[in-house]
């Protein structure tokens, strides 16, 4: 997270507003989003071994993994172009899924959760898992209803408990 350096990287305060006012609400926006972003841990291994961890944390928490696209092997048979080792899994909660298409079948647009795993040189492998409620938000915007939001809260919850097995700090 980037800390707020000085006023300077702030726009002029309108009147009457304090420049600690504005430095105090830049950092709740900075926290907020950083709450928002994706869950990323980075851990050593190769990609082979990083995504039967990442299948053994989903499947604690009651997820399974509908799909795997190996986005380097697609590039290299669709495009002929070398890409580091990337792969997306595609997890679902069967429970939370069936919750919530029964409320709006519109939810199935945003499933199953995508879980991305990235092999990067050193020994390093990233694995990012998305924020089903910055999907919902951005899919359905204001609209998202109540027995929906508290689904994607659920799988927040969940995922979260993913990524901290894996080694996310809390």
Same mark, same amino acid.
């Given at each position: @997270? ?6 300077? =990287? !702030? ?5 009457? %507003? ?7 609400? &830049? ?18 291994? *190769? ?10 944390? =989903? ?7 509908? *799909? ?10 669709? !495009?002929? %172009?070398?890409?580091? +080792? &990337? %792969?997306?899994?595609? $997890?679902? #909660? ?19 959760? #995508? ?9 390093? %492998? ?5 924020? +089903?409620?910055? @999907?919902?938000?951005?899919? @359905?915007?204001?609209?998202? +209803? ?5 689904? $994607? ?5 969940? =995922? ?5 097995? !894996?080694?996310?700090?809390?």
């Amino acid at each position: @997270m980037r800390k707020l350096q000085g006023a300077s =990287l !702030l726009p002029p305060p309108p009147h009457g %507003t304090s420049v600690r006012k504005l430095a105090v609400e &830049y950092e709740e926006r900075t926290l907020s989003m950083t709450e928002q972003s994706p869950f990323t841990v980075e851990l050593s291994g *190769t990609r082979e071994e990083v995504i039967e961890r990442v299948q053994e944390a =989903l499947k604690a928490e009651g997820f399974g993994v509908l *799909t795997r696209i190996d986005i380097d092997d697609a590039f290299k048979e669709k !495009l002929g %172009t070398p890409f580091r +080792p &990337y %792969t997306i899994l595609g $997890a679902c #909660n069967p429970s939370l899924a069936h919750r919530a298409l029964s409320q709006a079948p519109d939810v199935g647009l945003f499933l199953p959760c #995508n879980v991305t795993v990235d092999e990067a040189e050193g020994g390093r %492998t990233t694995v990012r898992i998305v924020d +089903p409620r910055d @999907m919902l938000g951005a899919g @359905m915007g204001e609209g998202v +209803p109540g027995a929906i939001e508290e689904v $994607a809260d659920e799988a927040r919850a969940r =995922l979260a408990s993913v990524a901290r097995s !894996l080694g996310a700090p809390s």
